[in-house]
Nanobody, 119 residues
């Protein structure tokens, strides 16, 4: 069973930066996608950014140019560098691991880390 351990959330002011990290606790299938989702109070969980094991990335329009996703395949870790933070970025951020093996889909989630941006 894979566990995802997140770190790096916190309280910052508008315009500041934060870096989130998420490490998988066990070896994972070599071709996979790791990503970050977020959920604000009263809203649905939404994709923030994701990156495949061959480094293809995808971002939500709302964070393009401000957030950067990266990964370390040796350490099975994904990072989210968040810059120019806005109050609307306030949410619980969840790490996700997704892969398909032998026609079966696997999805794992971290416990979530709170990001709060004050105005």
């Amino acid at each position: 069973q894979v566990q995802l351990v997140e770190s790096g959330g916190g309280l910052v002011q508008t315009g500041e930066s934060l870096r989130l990290s998420c490490a998988a606790s066990a070896s994972i299938f070599s071709f996979n996608t790791m990503g970050w989702y977020r959920q604000a109070p009263g809203k649905q969980r939404e994709l923030v950014a994701k990156i495949t094991s061959d480094y293809n990335t995808n971002y939500a329009d709302s964070v393009k140019g401000r957030f950067t996703i990266s990964r370390d395949n040796v350490k099975n870790t994904v990072f989210l560098q968040m810059s120019s933070l806005k109050p609307e970025d306030t949410a619980v951020y969840y790490c996700n691991l997704h892969y398909i093996n032998r026609a079966r889909e696997y999805d794992y989630w971290g416990q979530g880390t709170q990001v709060t941006v004050s105005s």
